[in-house]
């Protein structure tokens, strides 16, 4: 059973489709189907049923995937172990983080860190927060640089870095930004262009709503903290975003009585060796 036959695998359940696969391992689709029947013939089943365009795992398959998984985490904690040995910190940091982080918090942070440690070999995702949340979890990214979830269960560790406070905002001609004395019933009246459904931050503003027993208008949604501010900007709804984000395109709601915020930091994987670079650029992260 090698390597290469295993990322394969993985990679064609985790995609569900051998040519999104190949896209992701930068393989020709024949070239991924000639591991993934390696690894059928060496183990003597049958790891997915084709039917059609269509493939899904087989009993053997969704037996195997766990196992499979567990496998290269084992590989990489060893390779990350004894290169720790040295005490040099290099190679690969496998870094995910969201595109709001990325974009107006990591910049002086990475400046720092490539310049303090250049043998460093930095592999930079951004996803959404909860998908980075799941790249730690499942060992394809050892650090990352998220949205914190309002509980974390292990094996996975949340470590804040920064308090980020949200603020409700509308351009300055919407009606709510001319009124002197603004509800959350008033706000919740007007359109609304909200964070997805599925993210960390769509849960902390709902909730307040949810709490007052009122129900936003949400017509639009997007993960894109910049497109939300677009859209907010041109009028045609009302949102929540980072104080951070604010500037003459939008402008602040004083609601009363009403503070909301959500937590930025890193996670990491408490069963999972850490690399001497994770560990390094956990060290930059806490003296921020």
Same mark, same amino acid.
């Given at each position: 059973?090698?390597?290469?036959?295993?990322?394969?695998?993985? =990679?064609?359940?985790?995609?569900?489709?051998?040519?999104?696969? =190949?896209?992701?391992?930068?393989?020709?689709?024949?070239?991924?189907?000639?591991?993934?029947?390696?690894?059928?013939?060496?183990?003597?089943?049958?790891?997915?049923?084709?039917?059609?365009?269509?493939? *899904?795992?087989?009993?053997?398959?969704?037996?195997?995937?766990?196992?499979?998984?567990?496998?290269?985490?084992?590989?990489?904690?060893?390779?990350?172990?004894?290169?720790?040995?040295? *005490?040099?910190?290099?190679?690969?940091?496998?870094?995910?983080?969201?595109?709001?982080?990325?974009?107006? !918090?990591?910049?002086?942070?990475?400046?720092?860190?490539?310049?303090?440690?250049?043998?460093?070999?930095?592999?930079?995702?951004?996803?959404?927060?909860?998908?980075?949340?799941?790249?730690?979890?499942? *060992?394809?990214?050892?650090?990352?640089?998220?949205?914190?979830?309002?509980?974390? +269960?292990?094996?996975?560790?949340?470590?804040?870095?920064?308090?980020?406070?949200?603020?409700?905002?509308?351009?300055?001609?919407?009606?709510?930004?001319?009124?002197?004395?603004?509800?959350?019933?008033?706000?919740?009246?007007?359109?609304?262009?909200?964070?997805?459904?599925?993210?960390?931050?769509?849960?902390?503003?709902?909730?307040?709503?949810?709490?007052?027993?009122?129900?936003?208008?949400?017509?639009?949604?997007?993960?894109?903290?910049?497109?939300?501010?677009?859209?907010?900007?041109?009028?045609?709804?009302?949102?929540?975003?980072? !104080?951070?984000?604010?500037?003459?395109?939008?402008? !602040?709601?004083?609601?009363? *009585?009403?503070?909301?915020?959500?937590?930025?930091?890193?996670?990491?994987?408490?069963?999972?060796?850490?690399?001497?670079?994770?560990?390094?650029?956990?060290?930059?992260?806490? +003296?921020?």
């Amino acid at each position: 059973m090698d390597l290469a036959s295993l990322n394969a695998f993985i =990679a064609i359940a985790e995609m569900g489709s051998f040519s999104l696969a =190949a896209e992701r391992l930068h393989l020709t689709q024949p070239a991924v189907s000639k591991r993934l029947a390696s690894l059928e013939s060496q183990l003597s089943v049958r790891l997915f049923d084709r039917l059609g365009r269509e493939i *899904g795992l087989t009993e053997a398959g969704r037996a195997l995937l766990p196992r499979a998984y567990q496998i290269l985490n084992v590989l990489d904690d060893t390779r990350r172990a004894l290169t720790n040995l040295n *005490g040099d910190v290099s190679g690969q940091l496998s870094l995910a983080t969201s595109h709001h982080i990325g974009l107006h !918090r990591l910049p002086p942070l990475l400046r720092a860190f490539t310049r303090a440690y250049p043998k460093v070999n930095l592999d930079i995702r951004f996803l959404d927060s909860e998908v980075a949340y799941d790249e730690v979890l499942h *060992g394809r990214a050892e650090l990352a640089v998220i949205t914190l979830a309002p509980q974390t +269960a292990s094996p996975i560790r949340a470590v804040k870095v920064w308090d980020d406070p949200l603020d409700f905002v509308v351009a300055p001609e919407h009606p709510l930004a001319q009124k002197p004395d603004i509800t959350l019933a008033d706000v919740a009246g007007f359109p609304a262009v909200f964070p997805g459904g599925n993210t960390f931050t769509h849960h902390i503003a709902h909730r307040l709503f949810e709490r007052e027993r009122l129900t936003p208008n949400i017509t639009m949604s997007t993960n894109y903290m910049e497109t939300i501010k677009m859209m907010v900007s041109i009028g045609i709804a009302w949102s929540v975003l980072p !104080r951070t984000m604010l500037d003459d395109q939008v402008v !602040r709601l004083p609601l009363s *009585g009403i503070q909301l915020a959500r937590e930025l930091g890193y996670i990491i994987h408490t069963e999972r060796t850490l690399s001497n670079a994770a560990k390094a650029f956990m060290s930059l992260l806490e +003296a921020d």
